[in-house]
Structure formats: structure tokens, C-alpha cells
């Protein structure tokens, strides 16, 4: 009689987390497909198998990412983006590596256009805010997700390349420091937040493969329902701000966060926001885009609101946000007529 072999690691004893057997998003790309647990190894697992020596990065872009590509031993070069968030000024060189980044998932058809401007240097694509935009498949194109940031996982990262072998064999061990999602959950994210920050503290100087649990996590999105919030409260927003946002945007996006950008008030407004626990990143405050960005890029660094429009909340929750942000600027407004007067 033939040995059957076993198929699990045990049997019996009490039950795990219970999650069902779906799909991840990109499972379709599988063949083409690196799973991470940060967007920074991806990177960095990225510039060493392609051996790159130099990269074009943007002034305008997250400086820990920046300083760990520096940190892999690449030579940095900065460069500017327009209005358009599209690069100015970029040569397109042999032997060199140029970071487009698709600008808080509202850059699909810009990083197309931008990307048909290098045939010589190799292309990365950061996709970190665009988690639903398909990848631009082409030999010398490599596209990064981030999905950490789009769901309730404790780990997480895509790389997309029909060009390099995506062979990653350090699976993370997420139950070391995926404590506070479970506490999110039952108290609220600002409960968690040190906690938050302290595993992403452990993924920058870690890197690896994406972990067991974040992979069973993916698995059970429900993405079409993902979708379609984001891009419903991204339209509320894009509608209710469309008179006073000083930035062109698509008119649908499943996007990361709402850019609105207001040069005289949004700075203001953005602590008013947090001071209502109405929470906004600033992408980002670097030192080298301080000191040498362009007018439009540290307009965006000091004044662009980036509002929560993300799958917990509905219109309603829209609402509410839309009618904060138009008090704090009413405020301010009555403030300088007095002042003026």
C-alpha cells in the first residue's frame, strides 16, 4: 500500500482564526507576482535584482522611502513634477532607474504618459496610493503596491514585473507584532495607534516576504465593495470641493485619500481637522523637498487637506467632512476680513 503523506502540519486541538479560501486582487498577474511585507522591500528586493546603481526620484515623495533606497546603495537623483504631477526635465538614460509615483491613486493615465517618455531606463512604478490601477506590463516597467494601506492587515506589498524572477522565501511572522488590529478593532484606531507605529517601525528595518496572515486577510476582501465606496466617496468630494480645489483631478478614483488643496488655508485647516480627531496625512515634509522644491511642490507639502474618503465610511460620513472643512474655511475667511478691515 502506497504511503499517504501528510498534508498539515497537525491535527486537532483548538481552532484558529477562521478565514475563507477567496482570491487576492491580483491573482490573475500570480506568474509575474512578489508578495512583500512593505513597499521598501519591495524596492529595495527590486534595485538588487536589477542591480541599479542610480535612480531619478521626486522631490515630492516619502522621504523614509527615499532614505531607504539610499540606504540600498543607489546613487540618488532628485527631480521636479508639474501641476500635472508629471516629471520635468528627466533624461531618459541606459544604466538608470526613474521612480514615477501615481500621486494618492489619482495618477492613472499621467503615469501612462510619463512612462511613454523612457524607452532606455528602467521604470518603477509606485503604486503605494493607487492600490486598484492596473499594472502597466511592459519589459523594462515594474509597478509596487502597497495594500497595508488600503486594508486591515498587518503586513503588505506588491511587486508586479514580467521582467525579474519574483522569488521571495522570507515569509514575515505577522503574530509578533499584529496585536493591534485586534485592538483596533474593538477600541478604535486611535487606541492602537502606538502600537501601529511601532509595527511599522519593525517592517522598515525588517524586510521580507508578505506574512501567512496578511496573505488569508487579502483573501477575504471583498474588493468590488472596496471599490465602489472609495470611488462613491470620492465623487461626493470631488462634487462638494469641485468650486474651491485648486487641483485637476480625475472624475472617478478608488483613490488612497481626497486631495484638496487650498494655498491660503489649508494649513489651518488641517489642524482644526485633527483637532476633531478627523485625521489627515501631510505627503510629506522632507528636507531635501523643503529646501529645493519647486513653488507647486511646497505648496502641496504645507497647504494640500488629504481627507479620509476610505471603505468605513459612506456618505453621510462624507458629509460631515465636507461640512468641517467648509466651517474651518469660513472661519478663517471672517478672521482676515476682520483683520483686513
Known sequence: MSRINSRKMEYGGFLP??????????????????????????????????????????????????????????????????????PIDLPDEKNSSVLLADYFGICKKKIIEAADMFQNAEIIIDRAHGFFEEPLIRG???????????????????LISPAVTLDVHMQSEAHEYADYLLMSYESGTNAAYCKKKEADQRLSVNYGGMSKLA??????????????????????????????????????????QFPLLISKEGREIKQKLIEEHIFVSTFW??????????????????????????????????????SRVKKHMADINSKRDIVSG
Open 215 to 256: 496573505v488569508g486577510l487579502l483573501k477575504n476582501v471583498d474588493y468590488n465593495r472596496v471599490k465602489k465606496r472609495r470611488k462613491e466617496n470620492y465623487k461626493f468630494l470631488l462634487s462638494s470641493f469641485s468650486n474651491i480645489n485648486e487641483l485637476k483631478l480625475p472624475k472617478i478614483s478608488a483613490a488612497y
Open 140 to 158: 523594462h516597467v515594474h509597478n509596487v503596491y502597497s495594500a497595508k494601506k488600503f486594508f486591515g492587515i498587518p503586513d503588505g506589498a506588491y
Open 17 to 86: 482564526l477562521e478565514l475563507n479560501p477567496g482570491e487576492e486582487y491580483y491573482a490573475a498577474y500570480d506568474d509575474w507576482l512578489g508578495r512583500f511585507n512593505s513597499v521598501k522591500a519591495a524596492l529595495d528586493f527590486l534595485i538588487r535584482r536589477l542591480g541599479l546603481k542610480k535612480m531619478h526620484i521626486p522631490y515630492y515623495y516619502c522621504p523614509s522611502t527615499i532614505a531607504a533606497i539610499k540606504k540600498a546603495g543607489i546613487e540618488v537623483y532628485f527631480y521636479h513634477i508639474n501641476e500635472e504631477f508629471l
Open 285 to 322: 515634509d522632507g528636507k531635501d523637498l523643503a529646501e529645493y522644491g519647486n513653488a507647486f511642490e511646497i505648496n502641496m507639502m504645507e497647504n494640500a487637506v488629504f481627507l479620509p474618503m476610505d471603505q468605513r465610511y459612506d456618505e453621510k460620513d462624507m458629509g460631515y467632512i465636507v
